[in-house]
């Protein structure tokens, strides 16, 4: 397959980028940098310059895909729109690109409803206070993923962390898991590269987290 990954660059996409070429795909890696991307393990990606969230940056890189990765990411909790940006961009992108499928990131944290009351009292007077603005601008970039034509994903998961991936992911198509926890950014990346263009996964929130 053919795959492009928006924001290459970050914790996430790097793995993303790895993996995807360790399972042979030709990848795309697409960033606002490129000069800045590190070496990979599995092989050397072709890379594409863009800012993805000025408008008509993504048409190029995206074209002929078969899939589409969005890793965008922002610093600090202050109001945002990368990820609402970022969104429109890329549905736009790989509408005019005949993308088959677009897979993007997003937080559990939008919905807690079968968190223990515990944890949810904690998301609600704590997590929520501290990321109200980024998970504002998450619900905006799903409602636009929402709206399109092009078969997308979300992947939703809880704090992410570094090490290694989980054996046993836990996975929820469509409905939240029980249990707040935390997901290695090699799970989902993992978890992502393996279901790229699958069709089960179209037009579904997934819900992902470690064992």
Wanted: with cysteine; net charge positive.
């Amino acid at each position: 397959m053919k795959i492009a990954v928006v924001g290459a660059n970050g914790r996430t996409g790097r793995l993303v980028v790895d993996l995807a070429l360790a399972a042979g795909h030709t990848v795309t890696a697409v960033a606002r940098d490129p000069a800045r991307l590190p070496a990979f393990e599995h092989g050397t990606p072709l890379t594409a310059r863009a800012d993805a969230t000025r408008p008509g940056s993504l048409h190029e890189p995206l074209a002929g895909q078969d899939a589409v990765v969005t890793a965008l990411g922002t610093t600090g909790r202050r109001a945002t729109t990368v990820f609402s940006a970022g969104a429109r961009e890329a549905v736009a992108a790989c509408r005019a690109g005949g993308v088959g499928h677009l897979v993007t990131m997003s937080s559990a944290g939008l919905d807690t409803s079968r968190l223990p009351f515990a944890q949810r009292l904690v998301s609600t007077l704590v997590v929520d206070r501290l990321y109200r603005e980024i998970h504002r601008d998450l619900a905006r970039m799903e409602a636009v993923l929402a709206e399109s034509e092009t078969p997308w994903t979300v992947v939703r998961v809880p704090m992410l962390k570094d090490g290694p991936p989980s054996a046993g992911p836990l996975v929820s198509y469509g409905r939240p898991l029980p249990l707040a926890g935390t997901a290695a950014r090699a799970t989902v990346a993992a978890w992502i590269t393996a279901h790229l263009g699958d069709p089960e996964a179209f037009r579904r929130l997934v819900h992902l987290a470690d064992d």
